[in-house]
C-alpha cells in the first residue's frame, strides 16, 4: 500500500491524542487548548469516517460490526439532545457533553484504518508506546530526585487544577504525559500485550527479539506507573496468551516453556544483585492487591440498595442527571451503564468484545468446512485444510488480544474510553479486523473449490 496524505493525517490525529501531554510539559503549549484540539480532531475525524462508512460497500464478513457501529452513532443522537433538553428544562449547563461524544462517533475509524497497511499500523502503536514509556521513566526519575513538589509542579502543568496525589509508601506513582498514571498504564497494557502477541507469531529471529524486549520494557514501566487494576489484566492476558501460544503444538509448548525459565532466570540474577530497598521502588505496586490496603471505596455503590435507586438510568441511561449510586463507581462496566442505558450498553460491549464474535464465526465456519471434507472422504485435503486453518486460528486469536485487553480495562476507571487511549484501541481493533478478514476469505476461497 502506498503511504497518502490522508493516512499520515490520520495517523498523527491518533498519536498526538495519545501523547499530547509531551506537547504540553515539553514545548509549553496551553494544556486546555491542546487537549480540546486533541479531542476535537477525533471527533471531527469520526464523523468523516461515519459519511464514509454509510456510503461504502464493505465485505459482508464485517457487516454486522458496520451496523454496530452505525447504530452506535443513532444512540448519539439519543444521548446529546435528551442530555440537552434536560440540560435546559434544569436551567443549567453541562460541559460533559464533549466528553460523551466520542463514545459514539469514534468507532467508525476504525473502518479508516482497515484500509492502512499492517505495518503503518504497528508503526503508530510504535510511536504511542515509545513516547509513553520516556513518560514514565521521565516523571518516575523526577518524583525521585525532585520527590512532591517537583510532582506537583510537572502534575500542574498537564492537569491544572487536577492534582490526584497517588502514593504507596514512600513512592511517587509517575503519571506519565497522560497526566494520570492510570491513563498511562492503559496505553501500555495495550501495547505490551500486542508486542507480546506479535512475539508469538513472527517468524524472523530479530523482529522477535525486539518484540518481546518491548514488552519487558512496557511491564516494566507499568509496575511504575502503579496502576494496580492495569496491571492485573496485564499479568491475565499475559497468560491467556501465552497459554494460546502453549497449546499451538508441542514445538512451541517446548518453547514456551523454555521462555518462562529463562525469564524467570534472568529476573532471578537481576534481583540478586539490586539492594532489597530499590527492589521495594519497583514492585510497590503488588501492594495493592492487599485486601487490607486495598481501596475501600472500590466496591462501593454496589450493593443491592443502590441497584434499586439506579435502576431507571440502568434502563435509560442519564445516571448523572438522576444523581444514581452506580454512576459513581469505580468499576467502569457498572458506572458506564448507568450512564448511557442498557441498549447503548450492550452495542458498546458488542464492539469493544467483536473479536470473541468473529474468532467463534471463524471456528464455526471451520468445523463445517472440516465435515465437508470428511464427508466427501478427502483426506488429504482435510489434512491441509486442518494445518492451514489452526495456524489462520491461532494469528487471528493473537491479534485480538490487545483488543480484549483494551476492554477489560474497564473493571476499574475506565481509561480506554479516554481520548488518550480510545484512539489506540481503534488501531488494534482494525489490525484484527485485517487479520480476520485475511482468514475469512482464505475460507472461503477453500470451501468453493
Not at 5 to 13: R, T, V
Not at 71 to 92: P, Q, R
Amino acid at each position: 500500500m502506498k503511504t497518502k496524505f490522508i493516512h499520515i493525517l490520520c495517523s498523527f490525529i491518533v498519536v498526538f491524542a495519545s501523547i499530547r501531554g509531551a506537547f504540553v510539559y515539553h514545548l509549553g503549549f496551553p494544556s486546555s487548548a491542546i487537549y480540546n484540539i486533541s479531542a476535537l480532531m477525533l471527533l471531527v475525524m469520526g464523523a468523516f469516517s461515519l459519511l464514509g462508512l454509510l456510503s461504502s460497500k464493505l465485505d459482508v464478513a464485517v457487516i454486522l460490526l458496520k451496523n454496530a457501529v452505525i447504530l452506535n452513532a443513532i444512540f448519539f443522537i439519543y444521548i446529546i439532545f435528551s442530555s440537552l433538553t434536560i440540560v435546559v428544562a434544569a436551567g443549567e449547563s453541562d460541559s460533559s457533553l464533549l466528553s460523551l461524544s466520542y463514545f459514539f462517533l469514534i468507532f467508525p475509524i476504525v473502518f479508516v484504518f482497515l484500509k492502512f497497511d499492517d505495518k503503518l499500523l504497528t508503526k503508530i502503536v510504535y510511536i504511542i508506546a515509545f513516547i509513553t514509556v520516556v513518560g514514565v521513566f521521565y516523571f518516575f526519575n523526577l518524583a525521585l530526585s525532585g520527590g512532591f513538589d517537583a510532582i506537583y509542579q510537572a502534575h500542574s502543568i498537564l492537569r491544572p487544577d487536577e492534582f490526584r496525589y497517588s502514593r504507596l509508601g514512600e513512592n511517587l506513582l509517575p503519571f506519565g504525559y497522560a497526566g494520570s498514571h492510570h491513563d498511562t498504564a492503559n496505553i501500555l497494557v495495550i501495547c505490551g500485550i500486542l508486542f507480546l502477541t506479535k512475539f508469538f507469531i513472527c517468524t524472523r529471529a530479530i523482529k522477535s527479539v525486539l518484540y518481546i524486549s518491548c514488552y519487558f520494557v512496557i511491564l516494566f514501566a507499568i509496575m511504575l506507573t502503579g496502576s494496580a487494576a492495569n496491571l492485573l489484566v496485564f499479568i491475565f492476558m499475559s497468560i491467556v496468551s501465552l497459554l494460546c501460544y502453549i497449546q499451538k503444538n508441542r514445538t512451541t509448548m517446548l518453547i514456551g516453556f523454555f521462555l518462562f525459565i529463562a525469564i524467570f532466570l534472568l529476573i532471578i540474577s537481576t534481583i540478586a544483585n539490586i539492594d532489597p530497598a530499590v527492589i521495594s521502588q519497583f514492585t510497590y505496586v503488588f501492594g495493592k492487591f492487599n485486601p487490607e490496603t486495598m481501596d475501600e471505596n472500590l466496591w462501593a455503590s454496589l450493593d443491592v440498595q443502590s441497584l434499586g435507586d439506579s435502576i431507571m438510568s440502568v434502563l435509560f441511561g442519564f445516571g448523572g442527571y438522576m444523581e444514581a449510586p452506580l454512576i459513581v463507581a469505580e468499576v467502569a462496566f457498572v458506572s458506564l451503564l448507568s450512564r448511557i442505558g442498557f441498549i447503548p450498553f450492550c452495542i458498546l460491549m458488542f464492539i469493544g468484545f467483536s473479536p470473541i464474535y468473529y474468532i467463534a464465526l471463524l471456528s464455526i465456519n471451520k468445523r463445517r468446512q472440516i465435515q465437508f471434507l470428511q464427508k466427501n472422504r478427502l483426506s488429504n485435503l482435510t489434512r491441509d485444510f486442518i494445518i492451514q486453518s489452526r495456524n489462520e486460528m491461532f494469528r487471528v486469536l493473537m491479534m485480538a488480544m490487545p483488543v480484549l485487553t483494551g476492554f477489560l480495562t474497564l473493571i476499574h476507571y475506565g481509561s480506554v474510553f479516554r481520548i488518550t487511549s480510545i484512539g489506540l484501541f481503534c488501531v488494534v481493533l482494525a489490525m484484527f479486523l485485517r487479520e480476520y478478514l485475511i482468514i475469512h476469505q482464505d475460507m472461503t476461497i477453500a470451501q468453493s473449490s
